[in-house]
């Protein structure tokens, strides 16, 4: 009894001490943005690592939700003689939900996990250490430039998703189902607000981008530095991203909508 | 991968993720409705207009021709005014057009549907349309039709 009080109390105690550590790697991270923007090539090679390497499973996977929704969307609303509404369907759920949400995990899964294992091993193998004997500090050439391409990304890939998705419903409802063009279209249009649903799915891919990145960024430097500990950082960032992203997406919409 | 094609590939990403945004701004969403030109505007008074909002589109002949701007409730003579922005390339509104409140499809959003008349002068700005007819009310619509189908069996007693 007293031992599983004490061992909550460990976890707890670990826990906060972790959180600890996340917040105050946060801040040196965010202290070196500024100093990014002279050495501005190294972001856009993480960019490359992290955005451009996501987009094909964005893409493919964007197009797929889209045309699910299509289907889906219009097997519910022909009941209502209402498949005219499948384009606001598809592009309220895509805009304000799974645009950000879906693109947020795929990103986590996709991007964050390989961050977080080249930050591990670059630890195993001391590599930051020998920079920090070079008094380089590791956090600002390596781990800095690493955030802020995720921070800048995952809204883009977000949007991407969404588009693609909205291309992807058009196809299956117009193109298969025989839903009138200009309704998908007209109905869309008079039912998404900029400020409301665009902007609100925008300032949800930011945060969605910076948690991800954040984690997978202090997971990795945080990891056992061994091949283990580097894999098991590795699980960590994806299952901790997923569950953060879901977590904040319901505090967001409860704030927003 | 050397450096230029790296910086490359990251400019055709972010310019594919700054298109689907503007794609998203500019098709998904009602930004053009809002970028258009200002028009004129015209005002009705109904006495229910329940179900109409701001923004909800005005027509005629079933084409968007404007939207609802302003909704304003006259605490004089109970009435709501409804305030409504008509692009200023359909200036050729007859004076006598009629304004009523129409529903989009069985449960649809409701909408102002103009219907022209014969007279030769034109609507202007600020002007009033006189003739509305008001959003019909499903309870109101059922409770008559029950009041006429118990008057009615009442008669046969």
Redesign the interface.
């Given at each position: 009894m007293l031992n599983s009080i004490q061992q909550l109390g460990h976890s707890g105690l670990t826990f906060f001490q972790r959180l600890g550590r996340a917040c105050v790697l946060l801040a040196h991270i965010v202290g070196g943005l500024p100093g990014m923007l002279l050495r501005f090539p190294l972001v856009i090679q993480q960019m490359y690592s992290v955005g451009v390497l996501s987009l094909l499973i964005i893409l493919v996977s964007g197009l797929f939700v889209g045309m699910v929704l299509g289907l889906q969307g219009y097997n519910t609303l022909v009941d209502f003689g209402a498949e005219e509404s499948l384009g606001v369907m598809v592009a309220l759920s895509l805009v304000r939900e799974l645009g950000p949400v879906v693109a947020a995990l795929l990103f986590a899964g996709r991007a964050g996990s390989a961050l977080t294992a080249e930050i591990g091993l670059m630890k195993a193998t001391e590599q930051l250490s020998a920079m920090e004997m070079m008094a380089i500090d590791p956090i600002r050439r390596v781990l800095t430039p690493r955030f802020l391409a995720g921070f800048l990304s995952m809204p883009l890939l977000a949007a991407i998703f969404s588009a693609v998705g909205v291309l992807g419903g058009n196809f299956v409802g117009v193109g298969l189902l025989g839903v009138d063009d200009g309704a998908y279209w007209s109905q869309m249009q008079s039912a998404v607000d900029l400020y409301d649903d665009i902007n609100n799915g925008v300032i949800k891919s930011i945060v969605f981008g910076v948690v991800v990145t954040w984690i997978a960024v202090f997971e990795g430097y945080d990891a056992v530095p061994t091949s283990e500990g580097v894999s098991r950082a590795t699980t960590r960032t994806v299952v901790h991203s997923s569950l953060a992203i879901l977590g904040l997406d319901f505090i967001l919409t409860a704030i927003m909508f | 991968?050397n450096?230029r094609n790296?910086?490359i590939?990251?400019g055709?990403?972010?310019a594919?993720?700054?298109?689907?945004?503007f794609?998203?701004?500019m098709?998904?969403?009602?930004?053009?409705?809002?970028t258009n030109d200002q028009g004129y505007e015209v005002t009705a008074h109904f006495d229910d207009i329940s179900g109409l909002k701001v923004?909800s589109?005005v027509s005629m002949a079933g084409v968007r021709i404007g939207q609802v701007s302003d909704i304003i409730f006259d605490g004089q003579t109970y009435e709501a005014i409804v305030k409504m922005r008509i692009e200023s390339k359909y200036k050729t509104l007859p004076k006598d057009t009629s304004a009523a409140i129409y529903t989009a499809?069985?449960?649809?959003?409701k909408y102002i549907g103009l219907e022209a008349g014969g007279d030769e002068n034109k609507l202007q700005d600020k002007d009033r349309i006189k003739l509305t007819q008001d959003s019909i009310v499903l309870e109101k619509l059922i409770s008559r039709f029950v009041d006429k189908f118990i008057d009615g069996s009442d008669d046969k007693k």
């Amino acid at each position: 009894m007293l031992n599983s009080i004490q061992q909550l109390g460990h976890s707890g105690l670990t826990f906060f001490q972790r959180l600890g550590r996340a917040c105050v790697l946060l801040a040196h991270i965010v202290g070196g943005l500024p100093g990014m923007l002279l050495r501005f090539p190294l972001v856009i090679q993480q960019m490359y690592s992290v955005g451009v390497l996501s987009l094909l499973i964005i893409l493919v996977s964007g197009l797929f939700v889209g045309m699910v929704l299509g289907l889906q969307g219009y097997n519910t609303l022909v009941d209502f003689g209402a498949e005219e509404s499948l384009g606001v369907m598809v592009a309220l759920s895509l805009v304000r939900e799974l645009g950000p949400v879906v693109a947020a995990l795929l990103f986590a899964g996709r991007a964050g996990s390989a961050l977080t294992a080249e930050i591990g091993l670059m630890k195993a193998t001391e590599q930051l250490s020998a920079m920090e004997m070079m008094a380089i500090d590791p956090i600002r050439r390596v781990l800095t430039p690493r955030f802020l391409a995720g921070f800048l990304s995952m809204p883009l890939l977000a949007a991407i998703f969404s588009a693609v998705g909205v291309l992807g419903g058009n196809f299956v409802g117009v193109g298969l189902l025989g839903v009138d063009d200009g309704a998908y279209w007209s109905q869309m249009q008079s039912a998404v607000d900029l400020y409301d649903d665009i902007n609100n799915g925008v300032i949800k891919s930011i945060v969605f981008g910076v948690v991800v990145t954040w984690i997978a960024v202090f997971e990795g430097y945080d990891a056992v530095p061994t091949s283990e500990g580097v894999s098991r950082a590795t699980t960590r960032t994806v299952v901790h991203s997923s569950l953060a992203i879901l977590g904040l997406d319901f505090i967001l919409t409860a704030i927003m909508f | 991968m050397n450096t230029r094609n790296t910086e490359i590939l990251v400019g055709l990403f972010v310019a594919a993720g700054l298109a689907a945004l503007f794609m998203l701004a500019m098709k998904v969403s009602n930004l053009n409705i809002y970028t258009n030109d200002q028009g004129y505007e015209v005002t009705a008074h109904f006495d229910d207009i329940s179900g109409l909002k701001v923004r909800s589109p005005v027509s005629m002949a079933g084409v968007r021709i404007g939207q609802v701007s302003d909704i304003i409730f006259d605490g004089q003579t109970y009435e709501a005014i409804v305030k409504m922005r008509i692009e200023s390339k359909y200036k050729t509104l007859p004076k006598d057009t009629s304004a009523a409140i129409y529903t989009a499809g069985l449960l649809g959003e409701k909408y102002i549907g103009l219907e022209a008349g014969g007279d030769e002068n034109k609507l202007q700005d600020k002007d009033r349309i006189k003739l509305t007819q008001d959003s019909i009310v499903l309870e109101k619509l059922i409770s008559r039709f029950v009041d006429k189908f118990i008057d009615g069996s009442d008669d046969k007693k």
